[in-house]
């Protein structure tokens, strides 16, 4: 079992720059696919980045490609988010997440996790 602790979160003027962490516990943290998800007041939470076990692989929405970076390091068991260039439409709950297992193609779909951390606000301010 995995239990995840976002931090990181705040206030911040867009075209800034936050980073997410996110501090797993459990033995087997390097063999779970990780990923952030966010969700906005009145939105369903949405898939915004995944990395797999090893780190060689990542993913990304549309709208973050090029200013977000997913990445991890198992020996710390931490999994990161560097935010570049916010947009006030980024503003949001995130979320980490951990699958067992996954396949790319569905590395996006919310339940292929089973372990959420409880999140961590990012504000955006234009």
């Known amino acids: 079992q995995v239990q995840l602790a976002e931090s990181g979160g705040g206030l911040v003027q867009a075209g800034g720059s936050l980073r997410l962490s996110c501090a797993a516990s459990?033995?087997?943290?390097?063999?779970?696919?990780m990923a952030w998800f966010r969700q906005a007041p009145g939105k369903e939470r949405e898939f915004v980045a995944a990395?797999?076990?090893?780190?060689?692989?990542?993913y990304y929405t549309d709208s973050v490609k090029g200013r977000f970076t997913i990445s991890r390091d198992n020996a710390k068991k931490t999994l990161y988010l560097q935010m570049c260039s916010l947009k006030f439409d980024d503003t949001a709950v995130y979320y980490c997440?951990?699958?067992?297992?996954?396949?790319?193609?569905?590395?996006?779909?919310?339940?292929?996790?089973?372990?959420w951390g409880q999140g961590t606000q990012v504000t955006v301010s234009s």
């Open positions: 459990g033995h087997t943290f390097m063999s779970y696919t």
């Open positions: 997440a951990a699958a067992q297992w996954t396949s790319a193609s569905l590395i996006s779909a919310r339940t292929r996790y089973e372990y």
């Open positions: 990395i797999n076990w090893i780190g060689g692989s990542t």
